[in-house]
């Protein structure tokens, strides 16, 4: 039986009501029930892939829900798309601003809604007199004259703000709001709060931070794999609670019996540093293991592994595989070095969608399927044929375009691309993000196989369940920086969130 919300004593301003949100192989949102009070700062807490995000999507009019409704003020809406959503009164700051730089800080403030004055033309002078109000009420000491390009990070974030706003919002959704501003910033948005709050908005603040959501919350709502698990005043309930709360379900995913047989160390990393996404690196690797990596949104796992990779470019430290140093400046050179790399993003970064599969899978090894310069097809098709039946891809021939596949079969196809290469390392970003549970299972498979062959295996993920399965060991990050490694013995849920979200052992 679903949860239910508990009742407050006032009246909601916005409810969600046994919303649903389905895509292709993945269930989003499930039943799940939300509700903002005037005046009162709701937390909505989950970990990475509770249905957080999809949720600002359905209320901002980006993502429709396929069942359940949603209320304003008791009455049932639609929210066709954001035009609607601003109609009534439901605005979005997010963590990333989307403001153009070569614009003024009025025109941001007003785009798309700017006063308008005789024959329907913009009304300038109107328009900046209102964004200074704006302005003067967040106190915000940025003139609405200015250029956005001229301004720092936490004033542009100011900007966004100030947008929000002039839509004269009712519910105001905060989505990590503090991820690029300072320590002082931070309070200073926290008296903004306070602001809106006396002013009788609703306010959605999602952040991973415990500090911030017991500093600042009034009640809490807990989403946990896409279902709503339970909510109250933030009051009554620990950091502890919350955290059960968030992962406290029995790890419901079957992965594949394994016994390490962990060999000579084959990738060290030292004092690996950049200058803005992380600090101190320092960890080993080695053949036959699988090390997880965990932590929550900025946490800078991602970062570090395109550093490995040759894609970005770290401002000191050093990669020693197989014992030798070796310099990575480019992909080129971490895949001749050994270590290969699937992303997150296997769309847009890891695979060419418009060419056939057996194109994808042999083009980082073209030196294997050509002779002379020409390029042999029938060892094109053997190679290809080869790494993808180990996978179990689905397909109706090797001549499929890649970006007809689903989900779980690009990312296979990407996979099979990179052991082609007969790599030492492979780093795979979370590997099962979007896939169907019988995908899931065989890229868990193919893991403990590659593995078992003596590979060593980075995995990056999000999701507990994987990691407690699959790792051998995990390497927990927090703002950049190593925070725990965990042997087997000492991984549970708890733990893993704990560090992760740098709440302390003792209550």
């Not at 056939?356 to 050509?370: A, E, G, K, M």
């Amino acid at each position: 039986m679903q949860p239910q919300p508990k009742a407050a004593a006032q009246s909601a301003i916005l409810s969600l009501d046994a919303v649903t949100k389905e895509f292709p192989g993945v269930r989003a949102l499930s039943e799940v029930s939300l509700t903002l009070y005037p005046g009162q700062v709701t937390a909505l807490i989950g970990e990475n892939g509770a249905g957080k995000s999809t949720v600002v999507k359905i209320l901002t009019g980006i993502y429709q829900p396929d069942g359940g409704r949603i209320l304003v003020e008791g009455k049932p809406v639609t929210l066709a798309n954001a035009q609607a959503a601003a109609a009534h009164g439901i605005t979005a700051i997010h963590q990333e601003t989307v403001l153009f730089d070569e614009l003024s800080v009025a025109e941001n403030i007003f785009l798309g809604h700017a006063p308008r004055g005789r024959f329907g033309l913009i009304d300038t002078k109107a328009m900046v007199a209102q964004a200074r109000d704006i302005l003067t009420e967040i106190e915000a000491p940025i003139d609405p004259t200015t250029r956005l390009r001229d301004l720092s990070i936490a004033s542009k974030h100011l900007v966004a703000i100030a947008r929000a706003l002039s839509i004269d919002a009712r519910v105001v959704i905060m989505d990590e709001p503090t991820a690029a501003l300072s320590h002082k910033e931070i309070n200073e948005l926290y008296d903004l709060v306070e602001k809106l709050k006396a002013q009788g908005k609703a306010i959605l603040f999602i952040s991973h931070k415990f500090d911030e959501i017991f500093r600042i919350a009034d009640r809490y709502a807990v989403f946990r794999d896409g279902q709503f698990v339970g909510d109250g005043a933030i009051q009554d309930v620990t950091q502890g609670e919350l955290v059960q709360m968030m992962v406290g379900r029995a790890v419901d995913q079957i992965f594949p019996k394994r016994s390490p047989r962990v060999g000579d160390e084959v990738l060290k990393v030292v004092g690996y540093d950049h200058p803005t996404e992380f600090a101190d690196i320092n960890f080993t690797l080695r053949r036959g293991e699988i090390l997880g990596f965990y932590g929550l949104i900025g946490a800078g796992r991602s970062e570090v592994m395109q550093a490995l990779y040759g894609i970005t470019k770290p401002g000191k430290g050093a990669v020693r595989i197989d014992g030798q140093v070796r310099v990575i400046r480019s992909p080129a050179d971490a895949v001749a070095h050994g270590i290969v790399y699937v992303p997150e993003d296997r769309g847009r970064q890891g695979a060419i969608t418009a060419l056939p599969i057996y194109q994808n899978v042999t083009l980082p090894s073209l030196h294997r399927t050509s002779r002379n310069g020409f390029l042999r097809l029938a060892h094109e098709f053997a190679l290809a044929r080869d790494y993808t039946a180990r996978l179990d891809l689905r397909a109706a021939s090797l001549e499929t375009a890649v970006g007809n596949l689903s989900g779980g079969n690009q990312q296979k196809v990407v996979i099979a691309k990179w052991l082609a290469t007969q790599p030492k390392v492979i780093i795979l970003d979370e590997p099962t993000k979007g896939i169907d549970i019988g995908s899931k299972a065989a890229v868990h498979e193919f893991m403990a196989e590659l593995a078992a062959q003596g590979l060593a295996v980075i995995m990056v993920s999000s999701e507990i369940p994987e990691v407690l399965g699959m790792s051998d060991r995990v390497i927990v990050m927090r703002q950049g920086r190593i925070v725990a490694e965990l042997g087997k013995d000492e991984m549970t849920p708890e733990t893993l969130v704990r560090r992760a979200a740098g709440i302390g052992e003792t209550e």
